[in-house]
């Protein structure tokens, strides 16, 4: 698979999980560009602290399963939400009080 493809895969899930979010929160969730990377984890999870490092300092980490005929593909999605989001978030899933 090329990297677009996975680029649409990557676009169409963080759509998904968006608006899940959303409609279990009650909350108005938007999303930006999501952006792919594929390397060693280190090299991955060192990208978003340097881009998104002021924006917020939480992720939410969802990790994705794709099976078919038995093989399987694993994928992993960060969000990562503004300053205050997080919070407001897990209120209102019930996480925190």
Known sequence: MDMSALSEVGNILSASYINSLSALTGLNLKLSIPSICVDM??????VPAVQFGHIGEHVIFIETQFVENNKQITGDLFLIPEVGSF???LKSLGVIG
């Open 87 to 89: 919070e407001k978030i």
């Open 41 to 46: 984890a280190a090299a991955i999870l060192s």
